[in-house]
């Protein structure tokens, strides 16, 4: 009997080169936007889950990536991501009569520009408060997340004002 037998050479090639890509690409280094989740009363929490179930797909041609943690107060497109969050607390700024608003299909915006050239708005005269955060990566593409967005907010939360 021979113990010592000689093995043959194993090929790790593309096999072993692909697996590695896939397991460098699951890494816990993740990309996911981040977003905290606001805590509203149990009225505007409801409203913010049916503005979650009538969201679209896609906002400003982007992909819906929801932020981490999950919620359904929460949700998030492309990346680097247009960020909603519903049941926000009402801005300071929205008493200010120089305070910038837009309004945009039917929905009216408190407009706040930040200081890393990102966009805030905040709805207004509505019974929840929805806020949407666009990055300044994607401010050249002016309201057209709003424009995405109108219809939900509309469909879902009611015109009035927020407890």
């Not at 401010?139 to 879902?156: N, Q, R, Y």
């Not at 939360?157 to 927020?162: E, K, L």
């Amino acid at each position: 009997m021979n113990f010592f037998r000689r093995r043959r050479p194993v090929l790790a090639g593309p096999p072993v080169l692909a697996l590695l890509i896939t397991v460098a690409g699951c890494s816990s280094a993740d990309d996911a936007a981040r977003a905290a989740v606001p805590g509203p009363g149990t009225k505007v929490t409801e409203l913010c889950r049916k503005l979650d179930k009538a969201l679209p797909s896609k906002v400003d041609g982007q992909d819906r990536r929801d932020p981490t943690p999950a919620s359904a107060l929460t949700a998030g497109w492309g990346n680097p991501a247009i960020i909603l969050r519903c049941g926000v607390p009402r801005p300071a700024e929205m008493s200010d009569p120089e305070a910038d608003g837009v309004g945009v299909n039917g929905v009216g915006w408190l407009l706040q520009k930040q200081k890393d050239g990102s966009f805030r708005f905040t709805s207004t005269l509505r019974k929840g408060y929805v806020e949407v955060t666009i990055p300044a990566k994607r401010t050249g593409d002016g309201m057209a997340p709003l424009v995405d967005l109108a219809p939900a907010i509309k469909k879902a939360v009611p015109v009035g004002i927020a407890d």
